[in-house]
Structures are given as structure tokens and as C-alpha cells.
């Protein structure tokens, strides 16, 4: 017999309703094609940490402006200096270090409130050049709930806090070099997409009554999908029916800040772009509150794909990833846009087969001199791999449908380790090798004794004898330290370091110890752990991935009954690879 016919619970639809605030009936955007790139700022020193479970450290924060900088943007949100004692010195560490290039703007996040402000511009003094972004809640919801205000006074909390920044920028002492600092503005009507449209455009004006920017010096007007709330046109709507109806409208960037609540903040922001705005404020890969900021390297993707110059460098996207992975301590997913560890990686036999017919009907078409082409076309390959550091490989396909030559299938079905994502692509290209050689199918007792000498040699030339881990409560930092004996090249060695836990502090010891071995820096990227086994027979594996400050990705595996040993012996793994 069938199954019963399902009787699906109804959901409480009834308790919400659409928010349509504008239906522009002579709306031009659906018809624009967009040629140029908009102006980008990053904010994933604001939005992006404030959202992340351990935020960053300095560390962590120097590396993610650096790597901003590289890429291309001009203007960087670094922080909210005057509410987080953190990015307060992390914008004296940029002004005081000179870490600042000509042609970059920093940008601080300030609310609308007299001692904030202050201490915004004590942190700016010195800085060659600054955004101050100001801002306060503009939608009916906050102005009842939060505030207790009406619009008028709503409007005269934004106009308050444009004078009191032109207040203190005034009162900014001049840099060593008898230069003066730079001060733009930008101000967020905050939960604009919530904010009636005519209302948000009576604050804008009562705050540019103030500023009084030229078509010199405009303002920026960012206007933040705080909270997605409805569908891509009408923020299209939205975005054309603002740009019409702001005055002076040469003296005004207006800069979007979608969320993606919906999942369609890609989608807003290039519907906003056509619609007219001038800027966009996303991070990278999307990481955000809740279900993240608009992705711009996505948005860059998109533009490039289009023949669109995007402004950004992303001609090294797994770079990239790495960054922000280690930045924010979050993986992107494998099958993230552009990104992700399967998006150039075809498992249906026939998408591999049009694939590769693809590919040799391109490179037929090459110049014989340069090796070039002169466009893009192969099935089911949005753009040339090549392009963002990537390649397409038929990578011995993973999943069981592929039979028994799959790296990850045999793996797990003939020896209980589930590898992870990338570590499948890094030991694929080891197999790939035996196979191009050979000619012949790889049976799994080799690929078995090819991962043992790559991953677990029977004798490696690194080796923990044993490790003691004490806890300290020194200041409430709780952290890990760690004693361990080890065997480097035959020769014993007692090792010492600390740590947010055993891993971080064994990686903090040999760094300390051997750290010239692997060019003075060796970092973890992600980490992996499962049993294999059952009842007293069951055993730990661990898997971590590593990056050196050369940019070399190894992996480590390790094994044992115990999982912090299995954890330990996997870092030592990992360096002793990167050492090679």
C-alpha cells in the first residue's frame, strides 16, 4: 500500500504581513545594465566582529586590514572605538604605527550621543583622514519602544549629533607634520527598509542642514537594510524613489548596507545600484549578525562575470577564504559562490564529460603566442577558474555514486575516516598523480598505504612522548599551558607554551621551540574530529588544517584512544608536513 497522504501543519502565517512602503509606477531601474563598479567599503571590523562568537584580536584585526588593503578598498570601517575599548586602540595602533595608505579612509561607527562622540574624535587625533559615521534608529517601532520619541524628536537626536561633530572636529589638534585630519561624513537613518521613505528623507535633510556638504565634500547617506524586509524590487523601489527625491543630490553618496535576513541581499544591493546608489558597505563572504551582511566578493564576482571591472583584487580567492576564516574563526561553506570547495568541482558524470569537452574546445581556441583566449565559455563554469587561483579538477569524485575509486568513499567505507572537505582535495591530487602515472584505476590497499606514508607514517621524524596540561587562572584568563616532550630528528626536546586550549598551546610551543623550521609562522585553519571504533576498541582521529606566513596549506592527521592526544599528534603531523 502507499503511504498515507501527509497533512502538513498550517503555518501562523496570519500573524505577519507584507511591508510594500513604495510602489514606484515609473520605476527606470529593471531597465539599467550596470557598467561600472560602486564604491565599496568594508565593514567586516564593525559589522563582521561584532557578530562573531570570539571576536578578534589585534592580531587578528591587523591581519583582516592588511588584507582589505590589498584587495582594494578605499574606505574601511575599522570599529566603534568609543564603545569598545579594543577598537579604540586598534585605531590608535593605525594612527600611531602609520599603518594608514594615502589613499585609504578609515571610517569610525558613532551613535548619536554626546560622550561618544568625544571620545570618537580623541581617538581620531592624528589620523590623516577619517569617515565619521553617526548614526541613530529612525523606524517607528524603536521610536515607540526604545525611546520614547516622536519623529521630531528623533529628528532632533540626528541633528543634535551632526552638530556635535562638527563641534569636535573643530576642536581636533593638528598631526606632527602640521597637517590637519580629513573628516567626512556619513549618516544611517539605522532600520531604514522599516523607516516611512518621507520621513527618512526629513531627518537626511535636517542632518545635511547641518554638515552642509558641496559636490566637493558630499555626505554619505547610507541607508542599512538593518533588517531584511522585503523582496529585492521593492528595495529597488525604494532606492530610486530616495535618489529622486533627496535634494542636492550631487552633494549626497548614497550608500546601501544590506542584511540578509531574507537571503537576498545580493540581489538588494545590485537592485539598489541600479536604482542609483553610489556605494555599497558589505564584508567579506558575508559574515554579519544573524544571517550576515551583504557579501562583497560576491558582488564583485557577480560585476566580474558580467565583463565588469570590479575595483577589488580577488585573483586569489582561496587566499582570501583563508583570511577570513582565520580572521573570524567561522569556515565558509563548500558550497559557498565563487568560494567554495565544490563550486568548481563536478560529481554527474555528464556535467564532468561537458565540462572537459569544454575545456579542449577553449583551449583550441587560444592564441598560440600568448596562450590567451578571447572569451570565456564552458558548460556549467560560470567563470574561468583560473581567473580567482583556482583550477578545475576532475578530483576523483567523493561521494558513493562514484564507485570505489572515490578518495573519500574508500576512505571511509574501508577504514572509518570521514575526511574532511579539504583534506579530500589536498590527498585527491596525491591520488591523481598514481593515476596519471599508472593509466590504471587506484585500488584501495594503495590509496590506503599512500595516505599512511603521507598522513601517518609507522616512523615520523616528529614525535610527542607525552604531554602534561595545566590550566591557569592568572587574571580569570583561564588559559591552557602545556609541558610536552617530544622527539625532533631523534634529538629529545621538553617544549613549553600557552594557549585558548590544548591545541593553541602545543601550536604556541613549537612555534616557539622550531618556529624557524616552518619561516617563523605556522597558524591552524580548521579542525576535525570523529571516533572510529566501538566500546574499548574505539579511537580518536583528529585532522587540522595549517597555513605558514608563506601561505602553504598542509594538513595534520593523528590518532589515539585519547582525543587531546589524537588532537596533539595531528599539530605535530601538520608541522612536521610544513618543515618538509
Not at 579594543?86 to 593605525?94: A, I
Not at 550608500?255 to 539598489?272: I, K, Q, T, W, Y
Not at 589515539?560 to 618543515?579: D, K
Request: charged share 25%.
Amino acid at each position: 500500500m502507499p503511504p498515507t497522504p501527509a497533512t502538513p501543519t498550517t503555518m501562523p502565517f496570519d500573524k505577519y504581513a507584507p511591508f510594500v512602503p513604495i510602489v514606484l509606477e515609473d520605476r527606470t531601474w529593471p531597465n539599467v545594465t550596470t557598467t561600472a563598479a560602486p564604491r565599496w567599503c568594508s565593514v567586516d571590523l564593525r559589522d563582521g566582529n561584532q557578530a562573531l562568537i570570539d571576536p578578534m584580536d589585534p592580531t587578528r584585526k591587523l591581519r583582516m586590514f592588511t588584507e582589505l588593503v590589498a584587495m582594494g578598498f578605499k574606505e574601511i570601517e575599522i570599529g566603534f572605538p568609543s564603545a569598545s575599548q579594543p577598537d579604540y586602540d586598534f585605531l590608535r595602533q593605525l594612527i600611531e604605527e602609520d599603518l594608514i595608505p594615502d589613499d585609504v579612509w578609515i571610517q569610525v561607527l558613532v551613535q548619536c550621543r554626546a560622550e561618544l562622540i568625544e571620545r570618537t574624535y580623541e581617538g581620531l587625533a592624528g589620523a590623516p583622514r577619517a569617515i565619521v559615521h553617526f548614526y541613530n534608529s529612525t523606524n517607528p517601532l524603536q521610536r515607540e519602544v526604545v525611546f520614547g520619541l516622536d519623529r521630531d524628536g528623533i529628528r532632533q537626536v540626528a541633528v543634535d549629533g551632526a552638530r556635535l561633530c562638527r563641534e569636535a572636529e573643530a576642536g581636533l589638534p593638528g598631526r606632527a607634520d602640521g597637517s590637519t585630519t580629513e573628516i567626512r561624513y556619513e549618516y544611517s537613518p539605522e532600520s531604514f527598509t522599516l523607516t516611512e521613505p518621507e520621513y527618512a528623507i526629513e531627518v537626511c535633510e535636517a542632518v545635511m542642514d547641518v554638515i552642509e556638504p558641496t559636490e566637493g565634500d558630499p555626505i554619505i547617506l547610507n541607508l542599512p537594510a538593518t533588517v531584511e524586509c522585503y523582496s529585492p524590487n521593492v528595495y529597488g523601489d525604494v532606492i530610486e524613489w530616495f535618489c529622486r527625491s533627496i535634494r542636492d543630490r550631487g552633494s549626497v553618496i548614497v550608500s546601501l548596507h544590506p542584511h540578509n535576513d531574507r537571503g537576498c541581499a545580493v540581489a538588494a544591493a545590485e537592485f539598489g545600484v541600479m536604482a542609483g546608489a553610489d556605494r555599497v558597505e558589505g564584508t567579506l563572504f558575508g559574515n554579519g549578525e544573524r544571517t550576515g551582511n551583504v557579501d562583497v566578493v560576491n558582488l564583485a564576482m557577480n560585476l566580474f562575470m558580467n565583463g565588469v571591472d570590479p575595483c577589488l583584487d580577488v585573483s586569489d580567492i582561496d587566499k582570501l577564504r583563508r583570511v577570513a576564516e582565520y580572521c573570524n574563526r567561522l569556515p565558509v561553506a563548500p558550497r559557498h559562490p565563487y568560494v567554495g570547495d565544490l563550486v568548481y568541482t563536478a560529481f554527474s558524470g555528464s556535467h564532468q564529460d561537458a565540462i572537459k569537452k569544454g575545456i579542449d574546445a577553449l583551449d583550441r581556441r587560444r592564441d598560440p603566442d600568448t596562450g590567451e583566449y578571447d572569451r570565456f565559455a564552458v558548460p556549467y563554469l560560470p567563470i574561468d577558474p583560473n581567473h580567482v587561483g583556482r583550477t578545475y579538477e576532475a578530483v576523483i569524485r567523493v561521494n558513493s555514486q562514484s564507485g570505489k575509486g572515490g578518495v573519500a568513499y574508500v576512505m571511509k567505507t574501508e577504514h572509518g575516516f570521514d575526511l574532511p572537505r579539504r583534506l579530500q582535495i589536498e590527498f585527491s591530487k596525491t591520488i591523481q598523480h598514481i593515476t596519471e602515472d599508472s593509466g590504471t584505476e587506484i585500488s584501495p590497499a594503495v590509496m590506503w598505504d599512500r595516505f599512511r606514508g603521507e598522513y601517518l607514517p609507522e616512523e615520523p621524524t616528529y614525535i610527542l612522548r607525552s604531554h602534561e596540561l595545566t590550566t591557569t587562572s592568572q587574571e580569570n584568563t583561564g588559559e591552557t599551558v602545556i609541558q610536552a616532550q617530544v622527539e625532533i630528528d631523534g634529538a629529545p626536546a621538553s617544549i613549553r607554551g600557552e594557549g585558548d586550549g590544548p591545541v593553541e598551546a602545543f601550536v604556541s610551543a613549537l612555534v616557539s621551540s622550531f618556529g624557524d623550521r616552518v619561516g617563523g609562522e605556522f597558524d591552524v585553519l580548521d579542525y576535525a574530529e570523529h571516533a572510529i571504533g566501538k566500546g574499548a576498541d574505539t579511537m580518536a582521529v583528529a585532522y587540522l588544517e595549517t597555513v605558514t606566513g608563506s601561505g602553504d596549506v598542509r594538513w595534520g592527521v593523528g590518532q589515539s584512544a585519547n582525543i587531546t592526544t589524537a588532537s596533539l599528534r595531528a599539530v605535530l603531523a601538520a608541522f612536521e608536513r610544513q618543515a618538509r
